[in-house]
């Protein structure tokens, strides 16, 4: 073993204790940072899917200005037989085709202006959870019949239940009055107040008869194996596409820029309380360092005068802060591994926390997602932060004069 | 050409608001293999000497050269490098590595010069042998004596086989049978190996063994005895 190797690992345990203290702290760090990117980027996870699942899919086929102007002349033809098509080349039965419009709703004693979604009720509860939270009565069943399905509080407002009528009143695709008479066959409730409130679904036969739509519809959504396949899936969708078409396949981050702003910018605020911790921690290196620097002026001297350089001793105090960063940084590792594992298999839930999840349709408890990035990227962080506060005890024995420091009781 | 030249070398340090003259005006050559005792009470000049001997001390003028190379004008790096290949050092307060054991302390010297393992294991093994440690190699110095330790320190200072050895009070702490001991090892060393010893000491006895016997008093060379003459 080269010497300095040899000198700067028994000089980190010339004092266990305050190596252990040192390193345990780098330890708890690192357990808590790998704990919570886990449990954050897990309940991010969460976020995005609970999001897509509800409505938008992992993409959506719209006609080009679709996403910023949602007319209702900006429209996918032919968009039954187009998400056929879509459903056989990518083998998927994920793949939904809707229509979407604005129209006043009138029960007998009251009207609200919704939104109603024309659907494929065979295909739309493979692309959203909207048909699988009817809690009264039942989802839509044929794609010609004449019913809705609306959600709970929408239901409330109107004052009806399962088997009253609406009358939907609306502007067709040409612009010419539309109206229909519908049996409601079931109320949803999502949990998201605003969606239980504004929107009802109706089949998408009904939908393109009703509006004068003439075969076309305004989306196909897409659901994928997973927000990693989207980039993929995605381009396989546009070769599906009919080469004539301008139609556009824009994915969930464009769809929903909220959700990745809102992500980013929790994330954004989780950081710098990561980044705070990390500094603490560099500082209780920085200090274990320089006392060990100072202690050992005499000693720098002494092999100063031997004819060690003064940028070796300084590489010899680098090396000391590295094994001490090494040993904090694979223990935090593992046992960060170790404890987010355990969770990410039994979840993690707090007192109430079930009530609330139920509220907004998430599981009642949370799930870290353990990954390279999540496993790695605070242990990496805390050591360079420490290798960092090696800098300054080590550039100091380079202003160490032998005599200066051989005086040094 | 000589082992040692110093010219005119000056050296002042501030006490409190007191100028004190550490060096004033020394000039002394010393040949190769010389075997030469610097002797004055504490404060005389004879650490600063040796300080600015072996280049860990800068004087504030004047010129040093060892082994006929000008080092008072060198670089903090070239410093170390020739102290480490040429220069052994023995210290009042041995000033042994506690963290390596004796082999390890008498090691260090030859693994930073970069000799290989099996080369430094065979003269660490002979070394400790001649300064009567055989048997000790694996005790750090914490579980060594005084004496021990200071045999330990020789043995580095002299591994390498270094031209020159410059040892500051080298028996200020061993008791008189020990100290003899040490001081008929440098003898022994300077003897057979030709090296050339400085010694500062204010010990009588040591001095006796030396060939030649410089005297300082509050910097300044007063006496200069050639003791084999005598």
């Known amino acids: ?409 | 050409m000589s082992a040692v030249r110093c010219v005119d070398l000056c050296k002042t340090y501030r006490q409190g608001d007191q100028d004190i003259k550490a060096l004033d005006h020394v000039s002394i050559e010393i040949g190769k293999g010389e075997f030469v005792c610097l002797s004055a009470p504490s404060g005389g000049g004879k650490t600063t000497l040796l300080n600015a001997i072996g280049g860990l001390d800068i004087p504030d003028s004047g010129e040093v050269y060892v082994d006929g190379e000008r080092i008072d004008n060198l670089s903090k790096g070239e410093l170390a490098d020739l102290r480490l290949q040429h220069i052994g050092f023995v210290f009042q307060a041995y000033n042994l590595i506690p963290v390596l054991s004796a082999r390890e302390n008498v090691e260090f010297v030859m693994q930073v010069q970069g000799m290989p393992a099996a080369e430094r294991r065979e003269k660490s093994n002979a070394i400790l042998k001649e300064v009567g440690l055989e048997g000790l190699e694996g005790r750090r110095p914490a579980e060594m004596s005084g004496g021990q330790q200071q045999r330990v320190a020789v043995a580095r200072a002299i591994a390498s086989r270094p031209a020159l050895v410059l040892a500051d009070e080298p028996t200020a702490n061993l008791d008189s049978k020990t100290a003899d001991e040490l001081m008929e090892l440098f003898t022994l060393l300077n003897k057979h190996h030709n090296t050339t010893f400085v010694i500062a000491t204010h010990d009588q006895r040591v001095m006796t063994y030396a060939g030649r016997l410089i005297r300082m008093l509050d910097g300044r060379i007063v006496d200069d005895i050639d003791q084999r003459a005598a």
């Open chain 1, 1 to 409: 073993m080269k010497i300095v190797l040899r000198l700067a690992w028994r000089n980190l345990w010339r004092h266990p204790r305050r190596t252990w203290l040192t390193t345990g702290a780098m330890v708890f760090s690192n357990i808590l940072l790998v704990f919570m990117i886990s449990l954050q980027f897990g309940m991010y996870g969460l976020m995005i899917d609970n999001a897509l699942q509800i409505f938008t899919g992992h993409m959506q086929v719209q006609a080009p200005d679709y996403k910023d102007d949602q007319k209702m002349r900006q429209i996918v033809p032919d968009i039954v037989p187009l998400a056929k098509t879509i459903r056989e080349e990518l083998d998927s039965e994920m793949v939904a085709a809707r229509g979407l419009t604005f129209a006043l709703a009138s029960s007998e004693e009251r009207s609200f202006g919704i939104g109603i979604y024309g659907v494929e009720p065979e295909f739309e509860a493979r692309v959203s959870n909207i048909p699988g939270l009817v809690s009264t009565g039942r989802y839509l069943a044929e794609s010609d019949a004449a019913e809705i399905v609306i959600g709970g509080v929408l239901a409330r407002n109107l004052r009806v239940g399962v088997g009253d009528e609406l009358t939907l009143l609306g502007s067709g695709l040409d612009g010419s009055f539309a109206a229909t008479v519908v049996d409601i066959v079931g109320v949803f409730d999502s949990g998201v107040n605003d969606i239980d409130r504004n929107i009802a679904e109706i089949p998408i036969g009904l939908f393109q008869d009703t509006f004068f739509m003439e075969g076309a519809g305004h989306q196909i959504v897409i659901v994928g194996d997973g927000l990693g396949a989207v980039p993929e899936l995605q381009a396989r969708v546009q070769s599906v596409l009919p080469a004539d078409s301008n139609l556009v396949v824009p994915d969930w981050d464009e769809l929903l820029p909220g959700l990745k702003q809102a992500i980013q910018a929790d994330m954004g605020s989780s950081f710098f309380m990561y980044f705070v911790l990390v500094v603490l921690v560099s500082f209780s290196v920085l200090n274990t360092q320089l006392m060990s620097v100072l202690e050992r002026t005499r000693e720098f001297g002494i092999v100063m005068a031997l004819g060690l350089k003064p940028g070796r001793l300084g590489r010899l105090v680098v090396l000391e802060t590295a094994m001490m960063g090494l040993i904090g940084t694979a223990i935090g590792i593992v046992a960060g591994g170790i404890v987010t594992s355990w969770f990410t298999t039994n979840g993690l839930a707090f007192p109430g926390m079930d009530e609330m999840a139920a509220r907004f349709n998430l599981p009642a408890r949370m799930y870290p997602e353990i990954n390279a990035f999540t496993l790695l990227a605070g242990p990496a962080i805390v050591f360079i932060f420490t290798m960092l506060a090696a800098i300054y005890p080590a550039v100091r024995l380079r202003w160490q004069n032998p005599v200066d420091a051989m005086r040094v009781a």
